[in-house]
């Protein structure tokens, strides 16, 4: 697996020659990332691409190749996977679609061919119908959309390039796999990468069906105690049984089987896509909550109480107040106000000569208390730059305890920028509505449950 | 109502001489707004406040006053309410908290002077703890911080500001009403208000408690064949009801209650925030969807898939194509590709010399099927700028389908800006995932039956 996630020399074959938006130009997009590894294009038709020397076949390269990726036309692909299997390339990612994914019989055919060339050999193949591997430490992917790259904690195993693509909120690649129809590499293989490589804290998995269910549920079950394993299962129903056949050629199997072995594997399971995405920035970024008690400075009331029906949706609780926390928030409260766990700020924070430091007090003061486990800063992003003095500062506490999860509701209109600035930064998790943030803190402390079991 | 909603002239008490990020001035803001009615600042240390004339009390100013704004600290409060309303002013919105809201006797008797003088009066009261109103159609908001307003067609009433600040997909202003105590104003006023309103195609609410359940779950039942409610009712539990106590005084009440009154209601109840927003959006732009089945066309079949599991969850069905979208399809597509619901349209663009023109072919031939009753588009945002063309097409495509809800799911690292964008554009709903997409429809489906039973 090493040589599809850090290759040193790559072949690319069938590289174009067409560059900008719609051309899809994998050797471009490596160009622009700033990839340090040997490049050799591979076509037929031209003798430069891009400024590097083209060849007419693999077979003319003389240095040696760690990884191998094949983009062109289905019916050419198992003669390639053939020269560069004898040429001596043990690792080769197959781009193309049409093979099991295809309703054809030609498109199997091709795929038993692949299959017949690496029986026996050395050659591993990704794909088809991939974009391959990614790694944002060294500036690679073999992805034809150009993706983002960020040096994140996260591991992906998938069987879509939608997960490479990303989403708003966070590129999951860090280093990711893209099994696509998983002819051959498969999520037991890129497990065993994940769970050696020190760069990878968190691994998320998009799975829609895998013919060794029984491999991966074993080996998930020896990395859980060691790394969290976040999953979505897809392709519950039979109607998505049946577009998953088509998708990647996957069996879907049932969804009470998985869930149950995944869950005794001590995998974490998202409901949904966006489940996944949040629980993997938590994971990835902050530490485990060991207990069930959380901390909760709102800036509205209103926001407090949705952050309670959160907690009792997800079994989570409202802590409360350590007396000395009580008597120093007090302190510098108005007489008024009811000091309690959800801390509404807003008041005590307007009375204050110096607001900002009075709100980061409190949320010190949170963290401190340690009858608290997980700490939530609940605030509203008002205008265009989201305040990077409290984004520092939410750092800065956030490093000087770090074993206690800090995380942050951010609404507003401009909250959606607010969240990836605070989330980039790597130190606090940051969501747009108390409950998603609830939900990923809740995740943490099951987590850290399984673990205590172990 | 109608003072509260659509002020000619408006009174500020308290009016701040204070200007920028942390003064929270509300007629700096409403001069920003551009709001066009007669503003009189009202403060006796002042005679001129941001070029305005400003009095030293109420009385003094001598032409029709539609709405005063009380925002001064609260033991001021009830003798300025007296003044306002000895001085004809009949409608009157107070901002300071420290009322029902607050731990000591000092709040309640203070609220107590402020009920005894609206009492047999013709002066009604918003507040206490309350932005107050906003209105995006003539440029007004009460509120002491600056939100967005935006002429859309969603009527809110809340009891928090947060629902005022917004959120990064939607301002819910529109018109809105933040009731913060509710000592008078109350969620029936309102609901009247909005029922007769033109403007507003669909209401949102934040519940925390009511005092008169029984009137609020009448008109509702008035309102919904007529207009959709969605609600967001909070404070669940028992920790969040002590909570909504303190924070507007409310009694939030059983949760099985409300949830089984609400529902005889015809009101659409929203899970938890994000849902309120999502399914706000979706009812205020998009028309109802008659029958059940979803037509779907994915740059992905990994998120094809995930959109039938949401089908599931939800209860709606990918339909089969009738046989003339079949074989239009089929006949721009590759051989070897399987066409089918979801369509998988990946293959068949990339297999065009006009990609973008056979997507949106596609797409117009779903909203022509008779057999189909929303169609949604799953595409990515790779770059900054979100394809204008695009956006463009989706909207004339939703324009010519008036009957037929347009629905989006946007991936990729600029999803988010794509969505605002689109979702502004006031004719295509759009989400982050395909499941929150598939959540809505299946509500406008929801909605629909409701009103076929009536």
């Known amino acids: 697996m090493k040589r599809f996630m850090e290759p040193k020399s790559v072949a690319i074959i069938g590289s174009s020659r067409d560059t900008g938006e719609w051309s899809f130009n994998i050797l471009e997009h490596l160009l622009t990332y700033g990839y340090q ?26 240095s040696d190749i760690d990884l ?18 004898k040429h001596g390339i043990h690792a080769i990612t197959v781009i193309g679609q049409g093979f099991n994914d295809a309703s054809d019989s030609q498109g199997k055919q091709l795929q038993k061919e692949i299959d017949d060339v690496i029986k026996n050999s050395q050659t591993r193949v990704l794909g088809p119908n991939t974009l391959g591997t990614a790694n944002a430490y060294i500036n690679f992917s073999s992805s034809f959309s150009k993706i983002r790259l960020e040096k994140n904690h996260i591991g992906l195993i998938c069987q879509t390039g939608v997960f490479f693509v990303g989403f ?30 020190a760069e990878t804290k968190a691994v998320a998995l998009h ?63 998202a409901s949904d896509l966006e489940e996944l995405i949040d629980l993997t920035r ?20 209103g926001l407090g109480i ?50 900002m430091e009075s ?3 409190i949320l010190e003061t949170l963290l401190a208390d340690r009858k608290l486990d997980a700490v939530m800063l609940i605030i509203g992003s008002f205008n265009e730059k989201w305040d990077t003095a409290l984004c520092q500062s939410l750092n800065g506490l956030a490093t000087a305890h770090p074993d206690k999860p800090l995380t942050t509701c951010i609404y507003g209109p401009y909250g959606d920028e607010a969240i990836k600035g605070l989330q980039a930064a790597g130190k ?25 079991r172990l």
Chains 1, 2 share one sequence.
Request: overall charge neutral; charged content about 20%.
């Open 68 to 85: 191998a990726i094949i983009s062109t036309p289905r019916v050419l692909t198992p003669q390639l996977v053939k020269e560069c299997s």
């Open 207 to 269: 799975i829609e069906g895998t013919k060794d269910t029984s491999r991966l549920i074993d080996i998930a079950k020896r990395i859980t105690p060691k790394k969290p394993l976040i999953v979505l299962k897809t392709g519950k129903g039979q109607q998505a049984a049946r577009a998953a056949k088509s998708h990647t050629g996957s069996l879907t199997g049932s969804h009470e089987i998985w869930s149950t072995a995944l869950k005794q594997a001590g995998v974490i399971q």
């Open 168 to 197: 708003a909120e966070v590129a999951l690649t860090g280093k990711g796999i893209d099994l696509g129809n998983a002819c051959d590499i498969n999520f037991v293989d890129g497990l065993e990468y994940f769970e050696q490589d």
């Open 359 to 361: 709100l980061i007090g």
């Open 37 to 62: 590894g040997k490049l050799y294009p591979v076509n037929p038709n031209a003798s430069e691409i891009l400024g590097l020397k083209s060849y007419a076949s693999v077979s003319e390269i003389t």
């Open 282 to 301: 938590a994971f990835s970024i902050l530490p485990l909550m060991k207990n069930q008690k959380v901390g909760v400075a709102t800036i509205s009331g």
């Open 428 to 452: 606090v998790a940051a969501y747009p509505t108390p409950e998603r943030a609830i939900r990923a803190l809740a995740r943490l402390y099951e987590y850290s449950q399984l673990q205590n």
């Open 306 to 355: 949705i952050t309670l029906d959160g907690c009792q949706n997800s079994g989570l609780e409202i802590g409360k107040l350590s007396p000395e926390t009580q008597e120093k928030i007090e302190a510098i409260s108005p007489q008024w106000l009811k000091v309690g766990n959800p801390v509404d700020f807003w008041p005590t924070v307007m009375a204050s000569p110096t607001p």
